[in-house]
Protein backbone atom coordinates (compact mmCIF):
# COMPACT_ATOMS: atom_id res chain seq x y z
CA UNK A 1 0.00 0.00 0.00
CA UNK A 2 0.93 3.31 -1.31
CA UNK A 3 1.21 6.26 1.65
CA UNK A 4 -1.39 8.49 1.11
CA UNK A 5 1.28 11.40 0.00
CA UNK A 6 2.50 9.32 -2.99
CA UNK A 7 -1.24 8.55 -4.36
CA UNK A 8 -1.63 12.25 -4.17
CA UNK A 9 1.00 12.53 -6.44
CA UNK A 10 -0.02 9.93 -8.95
CA UNK A 11 -3.10 12.05 -9.48
CA UNK A 12 -1.65 14.92 -9.96
CA UNK A 13 1.06 13.37 -12.51
CA UNK A 14 -2.38 11.93 -13.91
CA UNK A 15 -4.48 14.90 -14.05
CA UNK A 16 -0.98 16.83 -15.49
CA UNK A 17 -0.82 14.72 -18.50
CA UNK A 18 -4.37 15.24 -19.56
CA UNK A 19 -4.23 19.05 -19.14
CA UNK A 20 -0.79 18.74 -21.36
CA UNK A 21 -3.12 16.68 -24.10
CA UNK A 22 -6.43 18.63 -23.80
CA UNK A 23 -4.80 21.91 -23.26
CA UNK A 24 -2.02 24.81 -24.69
CA UNK A 25 -1.29 25.80 -21.15
CA UNK A 26 2.31 26.04 -20.32
CA UNK A 27 4.19 23.85 -18.14
CA UNK A 28 3.97 26.90 -15.65
CA UNK A 29 0.76 26.93 -16.09
CA UNK A 30 -0.33 23.64 -15.15
CA UNK A 31 2.07 23.62 -12.18
CA UNK A 32 0.57 26.40 -10.62
CA UNK A 33 -3.04 24.93 -11.32
CA UNK A 34 -1.84 21.69 -9.51
CA UNK A 35 -0.35 23.89 -6.37
CA UNK A 36 3.62 23.03 -7.50
CA UNK A 37 5.17 26.11 -5.93
CA UNK A 38 7.88 25.50 -8.50
CA UNK A 39 7.51 24.57 -11.94
CA UNK A 40 10.50 22.56 -12.07
CA UNK A 41 9.73 20.68 -9.09
CA UNK A 42 6.85 19.40 -11.02
CA UNK A 43 8.61 18.65 -13.58
CA UNK A 44 11.25 16.52 -12.19
CA UNK A 45 8.41 14.81 -10.33
CA UNK A 46 6.79 14.52 -13.55
CA UNK A 47 9.78 12.64 -15.08
CA UNK A 48 10.31 10.37 -12.69
CA UNK A 49 7.28 9.32 -12.87
CA UNK A 50 6.84 9.38 -16.43
CA UNK A 51 9.94 8.63 -17.93
CA UNK A 52 9.76 11.76 -20.07
CA UNK A 53 9.66 15.42 -19.35
CA UNK A 54 6.14 17.64 -19.44
CA UNK A 55 7.56 19.06 -22.73
CA UNK A 56 8.68 15.75 -24.12
CA UNK A 57 5.31 14.18 -23.14
CA UNK A 58 3.69 16.85 -24.78
CA UNK A 59 5.77 16.82 -27.86
CA UNK A 60 5.33 13.22 -28.48
CA UNK A 61 1.13 13.18 -28.42
CA UNK A 62 1.67 15.20 -32.12
Same mark, same amino acid.
Given at each position: ? =???C =??? $????? #???? =? $? $?? =? #??? @???????????????Y???????? @??Q #?? #?????? $??
Amino acid at each position: M =QPPC =QVL $LEKQI #THGK =Q $L $LK =Q #TDK @TVKEIAFEMNFEDHFYFSKVFKRK @TGQ #TP #TEYKSS $LK
